[in-house]
Every structure is written in structure tokens, then in C-alpha cells.
């Protein structure tokens, strides 16, 4: 959450000409600390401090469709930047006819659309690719997904503003943390399909934005402040945060984390790394939040809540929620508790029937293509895109 102490630090000029510019949300400040400061992070269940990585407990995330800043999962790889938004600059460069150096002011004339949309870790859930056999990495329950409302300005629109050259296929981002592995430090980075950009319509659910706003304030410095990255539909490592270059190829960028990391393998071999293409579509999901494991339950009916995520296919929701007591042998229809839009997870609540016999629960999901929530996942070596049946065991 902001904090409101920091409200003397405000330039408010800076904000006056942000106003009248249509960049609501756009904040500056007059020193070197920046506004938006971390998050509440007594909410969240913290794997590790440095970096912060962090998920809600269950229960706390889906007690609104749209997640309070506070009950957003934090997902970093290196240091948190502490930026100066007054000095804060944007470049785009490459296949450009234009290249352009952006301050938050100049950001801020663009149109500034909102869309909401989920994002989620494509380690989500990996405890339990775990349990299957061990994985490295930050041992995700459920918890690494949240949806937002984001305001910004679109992609689409910079990259017009900028011209794009006839051999651009693939816009690359870079964030102004840094990583270190391997006794090497580098920027943390992302790429998306240049056609990824211009799919949606402009001010579309499916727009691809620089967000400067999370429900209707400016990020806090754990979700990217002053700028981040918001691509709908796709693996939360493409929508960079702490954004400040954006570079547009001919090709996918060569940025660890495009060219080496998040990619399903089964081994890891670099032949295996070299080959295989980096993820970018999240899978149909689902979950139960409510009750918890471990939970002790008399016999008679619950309800039982949880969250279901659709693929990240345009035109593709959440049609149907499913919910056994009887390890997969009967479902109950579960009741859906938001609208149905792509991109955006589907919140649900069923009433479920249980004897001394429960032993667990179990929720699977179907999108509007029919297409079902898979029983089983193959294991793979990083522990990525983990999206079987969900159990919970019950006593």
C-alpha cells in the first residue's frame, strides 16, 4: 500500500501538468525517494527478501475479484530500483524510424486506457511439480497470480509515435533492476511478438501497456514503479517492471530470461535450452482457496472457493467450474462470480457434500472452446506452467 506520509514528497506541478495531460495516476516527486513505496508486505507469505518474492495466503486472495495491491503477489529476480521520477527516462530504440527518449511527463500525453487484466508467475504452483519430483526455484503455492485494474499508455501508440520499420517482428524490454548468476550482472528483460501488439484493438481488455497505475494508483516500487510492462494473456516474466528501454527486432530478445530461462525442458541440457521456443501464453488453471489444506471438516456441505484462469487466447473465458469430494468420481457445478472476460481470471463458489470418506478436493476447469483442465501435467525441470487438477487434502 502507498504510503501517505510520503505525500509531502510530491512535486505537485508536476502533477497539475500530468492532470491536464490525461496521465491520472502519473506522479512525480521532488527528491531521490521515490512515491510509491513498497508494498504492505505483513499480508503476504514471503518466500525470500532478497528478492522479494512473496504470495498471499489463499484465502486472502480471493476475497475480491480485483486484488487489493496488498494481496498482489511480488515476483523479482535481482534488487528492487529506487527511482527518481523527475530524472526517469523511456528509450525506444532499434527498428524505428524515430527512436525516442520519454520522460513520465511526455509519457503521459498519450491516450492513458485502463483494461484489467490477471498476471501470473509461470512458476505458479510449482510446489507441486515438487512433489512430483524437486524443482529449483521459488517454491510457489497458488498464490503467484492477482487481478488488476492498469492504466497507461499503449504500446501500440508508442511504437506509431516511433514508426516501425518493414523487418520488425519482435519488441524486446529491459528493466532497471539487475541480476546477478553465474558471476555475471545484467538487466532483467522480456520480449513479446511485435503481432502481439497490434492483436487487440486499441483500449481492448487485450492492450499491451506501460502501466503507471494499479487500481487507480501509482505502482508501488515492488510492482514496478514508475513504469511497467502489462501484456495480457502472457506469463508474468513479459510484463517487465521498473521498465526503461524498449528495443525493437527483427528477432526474440537475447536476454537470459528470453533466451535461456523461461522455457519448458526437460532436462535443461543447453542443446534442450538452445532448441526449444520461450513461453508466452499462460494455460487454462484453477484452484481451491478456501478451505485450506489440512483443514478439518465434519460431515455435511461446505463452500468451497477458489479462482480459475483462462488461456491466454483472445476471445477465450472461464464457461464452466467443476468441484469433486469424491477424489474425481461426481462433480458439482461450481457458481461463477464475476463476468466472463479474456484475460481475466473467473472467481467461484461451490456447495459441496462431504462424508467421513473426504480425504481431499479437487476443482478442474473449461474455457469457452471446451477445451478441460488437464488431470495430469508432464513434469518439467524448472517447474513452469503447473496446471492439473488442484488438490486439497482435507481431514
Known amino acids: 500500500m502507498i504510503d501517505t506520509s510520503a505525500a509531502s514528497l510530491i512535486d505537485r506541478r508536476f502533477f497539475l501538468r500530468q492532470f491536464s495531460a490525461g496521465a491520472i495516476g502519473l506522479i512525480g516527486v521532488s527528491s531521490h525517494r521515490s512515491f510509491a513505496l513498497a508494498a504492505d508486505e505483513s499480508r503476504l507469505f514471503v518466500h525470500s527478501k532478497a528478492p522479494m518474492n512473496a504470495e498471499p495466503t489463499p484465502p486472502d486472495l480471493v476475497r475480491s475479484w480485483v486484488t487489493p495491491v496488498d494481496s498482489f503477489f511480488i515476483r523479482s529476480h535481482g534488487n ?4 527518481d521520477a523527475d530524472s526517469f527516462r523511456l528509450s525506444v530504440e532499434g527498428l524505428v524510424e524515430t527512436p525516442l527518449t520519454l520522460s513520465l511527463a511526455e509519457l503521459g500525453k498519450f491516450p492513458q486506457p485502463e483494461i484489467v487484466a490477471t498476471l501470473t508467475c509461470a512458476g505458479n504452483r510449482r510446489s507441486e511439480h515438487s512433489r512430483i519430483k524437486p524443482v529449483k526455484g521459488v517454491q510457489w503455492r497458488e498464490g503467484a497470480i492477482g487481478n488488476a485494474k492498469w492504466r497507461g499508455a499503449s504500446l501500440s501508440d508508442v511504437l506509431k509515435k516511433a514508426g516501425l520499420r518493414e523487418s520488425a517482428k519482435h519488441v ?3 528493466g532497471l533492476d539487475t541480476v546477478e548468476d553465474g558471476g555475471k550482472t545484467f538487466a532483467f528483460g522480456g520480449s513479446i511478438p511485435l503481432e502481439k501488439v497490434f492483436q487487440a484493438k486499441d483500449n481492448s ?6 502501466a503507471t497505475s494499479m487500481n487507480d494508483q501509482p505502482l508501488t516500487a515492488d510492482h514496478g514503479f514508475p513504469v511497467r510492462m502489462v501484456v495480457p494473456g502472457y506469463i508474468g516474466a513479459r510484463s517487465v517492471k521498473w521498465l526503461n528501454k524498449i528495443v525493437v527486432s527483427d528477432r526474440p530478445s537475447p536476454n537470459h530470461f528470453v533466451a535461456d530461462v523461461y522455457k519448458l525442458v526437460d532436462q535443461g541440457t543447453l542443446l534442450e535450452v538452445a532448441e526449444n521456443a520461450p513461453i508466452y501464453r499462460m494455460p487454462l488453471n484453477s484452484a ?9 471438516l465434519q460431515p455435511g456441505r461446505i463452500e468451497v472457493l477458489g479462482y480459475a484462469l483462462p488461456p491466454g487466447v483472445p476471445g477465450v473465458t472461464i464457461s464452466l467450474v467443476e468441484v469433486s469430494s469424491d477424489r474425481g468420481q461426481t462433480w458439482v457445478k461450481a457458481k461463477l462470480t464475476a463476468n466472463a472476460l479474456e484475460y481475466c481470471w473467473q472467481l467461484w463458489s461451490a456447495e459441496i457434500a462431504t462424508t467421513f470418506a473426504t480425504k481431499e478436493l479437487i476443482v478442474r476447469a473449461t474455457d469457452s ?3 478441460v483442465q488437464p488431470e495430469t501435467v508432464r513434469w518439467n525441470a524448472k517447474g513452469y506452467l503447473f496446471n492439473a487438477w488442484h488438490h486439497v487434502p482435507v481431514n
Open 288 to 296: 481451491i482457496c478456501t478451505p485450506t489444506a489440512g483443514t478439518t
Open 205 to 210: 481488455p487485450g492492450s499491451v501497456l506501460l
Open 172 to 174: 524486446w524490454f529491459e
Open 369 to 371: 472452446r471446451g477445451e
Open 80 to 83: 528492487t530500483p529506487q527511482v
